[in-house]
Nanobody, 115 residues
């Protein structure tokens, strides 16, 4: 069993910043990548950013230049620094871990960008 626990969500004003954290635990023998996805009300879940075990990162065009993903392999943690937040960034943010076979998901943390 693999568990992913997200933290750091909340309410922030437009232009503000938040930092999300995700801690993975359980039977993790290998990691292909970890990342963040989000789902806004009435929309499908979408990729935000991923980081491969070797450090390669990938971002959605909508967050490039504003969000930064980072990871700590030893601690099995992944972070998402979100700057210059916009109302359209409002969503539930889910942590993801891919171990070459299965995708694991956290329960999500809500980010609300509103004045």
């Amino acid at each position: 069993q693999v568990q992913l626990v997200e933290s750091g969500g909340g309410l922030v004003q437009p232009g503000g910043s938040l930092r999300l954290s995700c801690e993975a635990s359980g039977s993790i023998f290998s990691i292909k990548s970890m990342g963040w996805y989000r789902q806004a009300p009435g929309k499908q879940r979408e990729l935000v950013a991923t980081i491969a075990s070797g450090g390669t990162t990938n971002y959605a065009d909508s967050v490039k230049g504003r969000f930064t993903i980072s990871g700590d392999n030893a601690k099995k943690m992944v972070y998402l620094q979100m700057n210059s937040l916009k109302p359209e960034d409002t969503a539930v943010y889910y942590c993801n871990l891919h171990n070459y076979i299965i995708n694991y998901w956290g329960k999500g943390t809500l980010v609300t960008v509103s004045s």
